[in-house]
């Protein structure tokens, strides 16, 4: 597992300072099950606040960690996992799908990025985001694509993260509630620094 230490972004007083926990990106290996009951609650937070990533609400906690199952089975090269933490406390996840094929290893899939309810706001999907770029960008990947709900919350975040939008597919998924949406498709190109 590796850890990424992220710099705190606001000024602290020296007496809040011994009570802030250190926040991390961590990118997790199939043999972080330890993780599995945290990513569920945050599976199903996200899903019962409306996101749109695959489920109908109401998702059981059984549910949830079936799906988390099948993902850390399938972590590897191709597909990778992060998330991110302040102390043990999970705040967040993305994944990364690299494609295998030969005509396609310049680009990579940013999936399911969930930030939990109670830690929105506060720059954890930047942070969550610029590491998977980082970690793209390390590993040969120059593009990276995603798709988004139309007209939601997650199409900002990706317009601020300096992500451009290519187009939509109208009624493309159902979000938690089952009313299906169009999906916004974004890409973004990836440099290294000079």
């Known amino acids: 597992m590796l850890h990424f230490a992220s710099p705190q972004q606001t000024a602290v007083s020296p007496e809040s300072r011994?009570?802030?926990?250190?926040?991390?990106?961590?990118?997790?290996?199939?043999?972080?099950?330890?993780?599995?009951?945290?990513?569920?609650?945050?599976?199903?937070?996200?899903?019962?606040?409306?996101?749109?990533?695959g489920f109908l609400a109401?998702?059981?906690?059984?549910?949830?960690?079936?799906?988390?199952?099948?993902?850390?089975?399938?972590?590897?090269?191709?597909?990778?996992?992060?998330?991110?933490c302040e102390g043990e406390r999970l705040q967040g996840s993305v994944q990364l799908s690299l494609c295998p094929r030969a005509n396609a290893h310049h680009r990579g899939e940013v999936q399911q990025l969930m930030v939990h309810s109670r830690a929105r706001g506060m720059g954890w999907a930047g942070r969550l985001m610029a590491r998977v770029e980082c970690a793209a960008l390390a590993q040969g990947r120059t593009l990276l694509v995603?798709?988004?709900?139309?007209?939601?919350?997650?199409?900002?975040?990706?317009?601020?993260?300096?992500?451009?939008?290519?187009?939509?597919?109208?009624?493309?998924?159902?979000?938690?509630?089952?009313?299906?949406?169009?999906?916004?498709?974004?890409?973004?190109?990836?440099?290294?620094?000079?």
């Open 18 to 53: 011994r009570t802030l926990q250190p926040t991390q990106i961590l990118k997790l290996t199939g043999s972080d099950s330890h993780w599995l009951p945290a990513l569920a609650e945050l599976l199903v937070d996200n899903v019962h606040q409306g996101a749109c990533l």
């Open 58 to 84: 109401p998702l059981s906690r059984f549910a949830a960690l079936d799906y988390w199952h099948q993902v850390l089975a399938r972590l590897g090269p191709h597909q990778q996992l992060w998330i991110a």
């Open 146 to 194: 995603l798709d988004a709900p139309a007209g939601t919350q997650a199409e900002a975040v990706y317009l601020h993260l300096g992500w451009q939008r290519a187009g939509e597919i109208p009624g493309h998924s159902a979000c938690a509630d089952g009313e299906l949406l169009a999906a916004a498709l974004y890409f973004k190109r990836l440099q290294h620094p000079n």
